[in-house]
C-alpha cells in the first residue's frame, strides 16, 4: 500500500499566516493527489485535485505544488474560516490513501 | 444539485451485520464511479470500497481492513448505491461517507468530488 505521510500532524498559526503542509507518498503517484478540508462535525470538502487544480469556489489564497512523492499544500495568509484539518489524499494506486491530517488551530 | 443520502446506519452487535444505503440525485448516477469512506471517531478518513460503472464492468475495489466482509454494489435504475457489511468488528465504528468519484479520462477520474453527510455505524455489545 501507499503510505502517505503528512506532516506536521497539528500547528498553531495566526490569521493572516502563511502556512504550509505536507504530504510525502511511499513511491511516486504521478499527479494523483488531492487536498481536502474538514471542519469540526462537518462533511470533508475537496479544495484541491491534480496537485495543483482548485476546486471552483475555494478561495485563491490555497495553492497546491509538487510531484512524484512530495507535495504542498500552501495557505498564503490564513484566515479565520481556514482554521480545520486537512487531509491530502492519494488516487493512483488501490488502496486510496489518506495522509494522516494536519489539524490547524488557532495562536 | 448533487445530493448523495446515505441511509441504514444504527447501533449493532459485533459480529453481526448491517446495509447502508446512499441515493443520489442531481447527475447521471450510471456515469459514474462511487466510493465509501469512513471516519473512526475522532479519527482520519479512511477509504473502504470503490464501485465503477456500467462501462467498466461494474468492478470493485477494497480496503485490505474490510475485503472478504463487506460488500459495495449499485442499482443504476434507483439511483442508488450500498454497502453490505458483515462480521462487524469494533473496529468498525465510524461514520461512512457515500463519495462520488469525478469524470473519468483513461485511467485518471476525478476523487471524491461530492459527499454524503454520513451515516453512523457503531459495533458495540
Known amino acids: 500500500d501507499i503510505q502517505m505521510t503528512q506532516s506536521p500532524s497539528a500547528m498553531s498559526a495566526s490569521v493572516g499566516d502563511r502556512v504550509t503542509i505536507t504530504c510525502r507518498a511511499s513511491?511516486?503517484?504521478?499527479?494523483?493527489l488531492a487536498w481536502f478540508q474538514q471542519k469540526p462535525g462537518k462533511v470533508p470538502k475537496r479544495l484541491i485535485y491534480?496537485?495543483?487544480t482548485l476546486q471552483g469556489g475555494v478561495p485563491s489564497r490555497f495553492s497546491g505544488s509538487g510531484s512524484g512523492t512530495e507535495f504542498t499544500l500552501t495557505i498564503s495568509s490564513l484566515q479565520p474560516e481556514d482554521f480545520a484539518t486537512y487531509y491530502c489524499?492519494?488516487?493512483?494506486?488501490?488502496?486510496?490513501?489518506f495522509g494522516g491530517g494536519t489539524k490547524v488551530e488557532i495562536k | 444539485e448533487v445530493q448523495l443520502v446515505e441511509s441504514g446506519g444504527g447501533l449493532v452487535q459485533p459480529g453481526g451485520s448491517l446495509r447502508l444505503s446512499c441515493a443520489a440525485s442531481?447527475?447521471?448516477?450510471?456515469?459514474?464511479?462511487m466510493d465509501w469512506v469512513r471516519q473512526a471517531p475522532g479519527k482520519g478518513l479512511e477509504w473502504v470500497a470503490r464501485?465503477?460503472?456500467?462501462?467498466?464492468?461494474?468492478?470493485?475495489e477494497y480496503a485490505a481492513s474490510v475485503k472478504g466482509r463487506f460488500t459495495i454494489s449499485r442499482d443504476d435504475s434507483r439511483n442508488s448505491l450500498y454497502l453490505q457489511m458483515n462480521s462487524l468488528k469494533a473496529d468498525d465504528t465510524a461514520v461512512y461517507y457515500c463519495?462520488?468519484?469525478?469524470?473519468?479520462?483513461?485511467?485518471?477520474?476525478?476523487?471524491?468530488?461530492?459527499w454524503g453527510q454520513g451515516a453512523l455505524v457503531t459495533v458495540s455489545s
Open positions: 463519495v462520488r468519484v469525478g469524470d473519468c479520462s483513461g485511467d485518471w477520474c476525478s476523487p471524491a468530488d461530492y
Open positions: 442531481g447527475f447521471i448516477f450510471s456515469d459514474h464511479y
Open positions: 464501485t465503477r460503472d456500467r462501462a467498466h464492468g461494474y468492478g470493485t
Open positions: 513511491q511516486d503517484i504521478s499527479n494523483y
Open positions: 491534480a496537485v495543483s
Open positions: 489524499l492519494q488516487h493512483n494506486f488501490y488502496p486510496l490513501t
